[in-house]
């Protein structure tokens, strides 16, 4: 019999027997008695961020909340905003910023075009004076271990290449320094040390989470949960397929190891609308279709699901559970 694909889905870590969806709900519902360590990670993808507001209504909507939240790029932005104030409300105040947002906020264009700037002799094509305007209209605390929620940003160091994860200290360096995209905004200096965007060496930071004892993963990603290239046409095509094809490696590999007691809770959305990286025209679409897609997750999480696919109605229910391993990929 078929199964509907979901564009997202839960894993979990090896348990050495095979369950049944009424013996997970039954571990879930233990879980939330007894308050699961539950981390929210919250993962790059530049314009395609506001999706992450639709997938957080979806969790407020059902009183999830984190114990700790990681982010990294825009996902920085989102984590912090979310931590400041982790509530309905306070999701509803991120999408009337998120709605209000132009390329010019961001990407301001000047006197020149674009792809000129490109090449001159420059430290980045666009200053990050919108972006740290965006940033300081979300923050409600000046430094990151007053959040309310215990908040990690990661940055990328550009004196070894390491990852450098932020949760003390000024917050919006820190999270300015997440979101410096290479080439596009300028690298963020934090005492004495050039740092860039943290997805290039942890886009999806599930592993930090998991090494600080978080047992219950809800991942919010920008795109879907399998990048497949496409042919490029410019060398700086390439490059950006290149930077995809390495970023989606390293979290499949993560999600295909957790460890034992762990579960992943993965929300996405498709390509489409494709856009450009200082495209903000479609906010509202995005905005939907992430609550859309982690409603449906969420509904085949609490239904005892594992894996990437949902069962029929008529599947027997002791063969509804799919290897999450095979699954992962």
Known sequence: MTSTPLPGGVFTGPSGTWHSPRWLRARRRAWGQRRVPTAFVFAGGGARGSAQIGMLQALTDRRIVPDAIYGASVGAINAAGFAGEPSAAGVEHMATLWRAITREDVFPQGRFPSPWRFFQQRESVHPNDGVRRIIQSGLRFERLEQSPVHLEVVATSLHDGQTQWFDEGP???????????????????????????????????????????????????????????????????????????????????????????????????????????????????????????????????????????????????????????????
């Open 171 to 329: 917050a919006e360096e820190a999270i300015l320094a997440s979101a410096a995209l290479p080439a596009l905004l300028p690298p963020v200096t934090i005492d004495g040390e050039a740092f860039i965007d943290g997805g290039v060496v942890d886009n999806v930071p599930i592993g930090r989470a998991i090494e600080q004892g978080a047992q219950r993963v809800f991942v919010l990603l920008c795109g879907p949960l399998h990048y497949t290239p496409h042919r490029y046409r410019r060398p700086a095509e390439a490059v950006l397929t290149a930077f995809f094809i390495a970023v989606h490696a390293k979290f499949a590999r993560e999600l295909s190891n957790l460890p034992a007691g762990v579960e992943v809770v993965v929300f996405t959305v498709d390509t489409e609308p494709v856009s450009g990286y200082d495209d903000f025209s479609a906010t509202d679409v995005l905005i939907t279709a992430g609550r859309d897609n982690a409603e449906q997750v969420l509904r085949f999480w609490e239904s005892g699901g594992v894996g990437e696919t949902t069962r029929l109605a008529s599947r027997p229910e002791s063969e509804a559970v799919l290897d999450t391993r095979s699954a992962a990929g």
